[in-house]
């Protein structure tokens, strides 16, 4: 994961292309991925309100806290990969980056 240019200005969309796409394929191959997946989800709707605004914000503090932890991705999917690969989900499942908006 690589925090390039424009990574906070549409931080969903960016996730979603850096590693969203490819790590949410694998759930259909990986059953205990979707259990996984599900619990961190679940969480996030106990925890914030899952409009728009307020899951980017969510995300963007959370990479924050991941890059001040100098935590990166590599393949592995320990609890900051399945949390976002969990929001990458619920925006999904949400339309957040289906209506041609910047998200």
């Known amino acids: 994961m690589v925090f390039e240019e424009g990574w906070a200005v549409k931080p969903l969309r960016w996730l979603m292309d850096e590693m969203g796409e490819a790590q949410l394929a694998r759930m259909g191959d990986e059953p205990g991925l979707v259990a996984a997946i599900d619990q961190h989800a ?19 503090g959370f990479l924050d806290e991941l890059r001040d932890r100098g ?18 989900w619920l925006a999904r499942e ?3 980056l289906e209506d ?3 998200a």
Request: hydrophobic share 40%; net charge neutral.
């Open 100 to 102: 041609g908006r910047r």
């Open 42 to 60: 679940a969480e996030l709707r106990d925890t914030v309100p899952l409009d728009k605004e307020t899951l980017r914000d969510y995300l963007l």
């Open 71 to 88: 935590w990166v991705f590599d393949g592995r999917l320990d609890p900051p990969a399945l949390r976002l690969m969990a929001v990458c």
């Open 94 to 96: 949400l339309g957040y």
